[in-house]
């Protein structure tokens, strides 16, 4: 595969970290951003690690595997595979993501004293944070004379109300930061950027819920393009169900657990996490397109599917009663993208607030899947946390481009 960039082309790299899997992305600066490759290293530290990647307009995807026993020799092997695809000298940023940032409002360029910063506060996201605080450190020894910027993902919610923040246990844990921060922040902005381009219809933009349903599944209220409120809440592990975590989660089930079972922190940690879920349901998978292949066949299967769909349910209608109504329902992440049948059932009985579907367009998966006759909006977007690091390593390092 020959050097993804043009000559003379300046780029970014945009690097997304997961628990176990890292997305990355790599854009020319021209009027606008142009993705040139792009990729994922999935199961990191597992036996079927590996890596999907493609080069636009050139290749198509491919995939390689790679041995790794941690997360910092896979982001090791994924810098020396870079270097043999990209010219780095083109490189002029690299943008992180960064799931908790606790009151950073914006990105910011990445230095000894945020990562001391991050360092700090590790605890408050044990299955994200240490990991991206390796990963950057690991490109920053690559490229100490590159500017490296954080993008949060908590900082879409910082205009949440105090009500909307506060936790009911005592006032004293506040200065510990216990609070609800909520995450998926870089698809919300994005989301909320794509419905500003739309200049055809401004009120569809004043009372929004936007549903980011993948592995990692939320929900985000937005009024007047600011977050209200979101489902997820001191962790990522909060609000709907998802592929492997629990979703709110009576508290009295963690005593009862340590107690009986014996467990760790650690171990509960492990349970709610990587255990729970759809896979916890099923038994079978954490993938919402296997259970719904089986789910005929398989009650465990047909329980999980209907129990996302039952929980998203609630979450829309808490969220109508929060903004006093709602003018748009977006649709975005994996499951939300290309599930029509997850949509159907999600949106079935929510007449009474003015959503209504058409079947048809909704199985053809097409941007707008609202009726005619509903009176809220419902759309299908495609989100992409990728470029919107992108743009704030552009807007950081003083780049003009378009949306």
């Not at 980011?212 to 929900?219: F, M, P, R």
Request: hydrophobic share 40%; charged share 25%; proline share 4%.
């Amino acid at each position: 595969m020959s050097k993804a960039p043009r000559p003379g082309k300046n780029c970014i790299l945009t690097i997304n970290g997961g628990s176990s899997s890292i997305k990355f992305a790599l854009y020319e600066i021209d009027s606008r951003l142009n993705v040139l490759l792009s990729g994922e290293m999935e199961n990191i530290g597992q036996k079927n690690a590996a890596l999907h990647f493609k080069n636009p307009g050139h290749h198509p995807q491919h995939k390689i595997t790679f041995k790794s026993e941690d997360y910092e020799s896979a982001v090791n092997w994924l810098i020396d595979w870079l270097e043999k695809q990209v010219d780095f000298e083109l490189v002029k940023g690299i943008g992180h993501r960064v799931v908790q940032g606790l009151e950073h409002t914006k990105p910011e360029k990445i230095t000894d004293s945020l990562l001391d910063d991050l360092k700090k506060i590790s605890a408050l996201d044990p299955e994200h944070l240490p990991e991206e605080i390796k990963m950057i450190a690991v490109f920053r020894e690559h490229y100490p004379g590159l500017v490296q910027v954080a993008c949060f993902d908590t900082s879409f919610h910082t205009t949440m109300p105090p009500v909307a923040k506060l936790l009911a246990i005592p006032r004293r844990f506040q200065a510990l930061g216990i609070k609800r921060y909520g995450f998926h922040g870089l698809s919300y902005a994005y989301l909320m950027e794509q419905l500003k381009l739309e200049e055809w219809n401004e009120t569809a933009r004043d009372r929004v819920i936007l549903a980011h349903l993948g592995n990692g599944a939320s929900l985000a209220a937005v009024k007047d393009g600011k977050s209200v409120d979101t489902s997820m809440g001191f962790s990522p592990a909060a609000g709907i169900p998802m592929g492997t975590r629990t979703g709110d989660l009576d508290p009295g089930v963690a005593w009862y657990l340590m107690k009986s079972e014996n467990l760790s922190p650690k171990q509960f940690n492990q349970l709610v996490n990587h255990e729970s879920g759809l896979l916890g349901i099923s038994e079978t998978s954490a993938d919402m397109r296997e259970l719904l292949k089986i789910q005929e066949t398989d009650s465990r299967a047909a329980e999980a599917v209907e129990l996302f769909c039952y929980q998203t349910k609630k979450w829309i209608g808490s969220f109508a009663a929060a903004l006093h109504g709602v003018d748009t329902l977006v649709f975005s992440g994996g499951i939300g993208e290309n599930s029509p049948e997850v949509r159907e059932r999600i949106c079935d009985g929510l007449q009474f607030l003015g959503i209504e579907l058409d079947k048809e367009k909704n199985l053809n998966n097409e941007p707008f899947i609202s009726a005619d006759v509903s009176t809220v909006s419902v759309r299908v977007i495609k989100t992409d946390e990728e470029l919107m690091i992108a743009k704030s390593v552009c807007h950081l390092l003083n780049y003009k481009i378009k949306n």
